[in-house]
């Protein structure tokens, strides 16, 4: 039969034991930090979408009406004497989520904030259109009516976004903000003789648009 060994422990081994599972512990609570502090995780002043997630800066988005039975999303299409889709305009078919829209600000941040000067445009440009991004253009029978980028008549300035008033409900304005100091004017759908809804620039606060940005997934298709 083997003997028995007997293990002394010190009072310094139980220090040196602790000390390590301390260390281990510690290193264990620093990688739960860092992996946590790239979670996404919205701030006061940050725009967030219907997942209630931070609208990320160069994210693409539906954006849709935050009140049922008021349209569908934002979409470009054709009025008038167009010949080619250039007006932006929200859809009259409610359940249509409109087309894809990229938000982006040139300033190098991850996530887009009440306030902040933005360029806002759809993901994909319209087939007869210079560009995909929202330009304001001014003298058209509607007012200061949202277009493609393309016509001479614009009005230089930059979109912005700004909560609703309204505690209960998680929506936004976009507004559009003249670089020539002029007051900054609300993105509000105007009805044209046959009920289409184009997007125009209004100095009343109660014209906005009240919107919600619902974050594109390519998985589950353009729907």
Known sequence: MLPTLFIHTTEQDKLSIA????????FALFLLCALTSYLPSA??????????NPVENGGTYFVLPTIILNGGG????????ETCPVTVAQSRDQFCKGFPITISSP????HISEGLSLNIGFTFAS?????????IVKDQPEGLAVKLTGFKNTVPGVFTLKRVPADE?????????PLDNNPCGYVAVHFDQ???RRLVVSEVQEDGLWVMFQKLSYASGLT
């Open 194 to 196: 046959f009920r289409n």
């Open 74 to 81: 934002i979409e470009y299409a054709t009025f008038g004497n």
């Open 169 to 177: 409900i998680i929506g936004y304005n976009i507004l559009f903000c």
């Open 127 to 135: 087939p007869c259109s210079p560009a995909s991004e929202w330009t």
């Open 19 to 26: 000390a390590k599972e301390m260390k281990s512990t510690l």
């Open 43 to 52: 701030t006061a002043g940050d725009v967030v979408d219907t997942d209630g």
């Open 107 to 110: 300033a190098r941040i991850r």
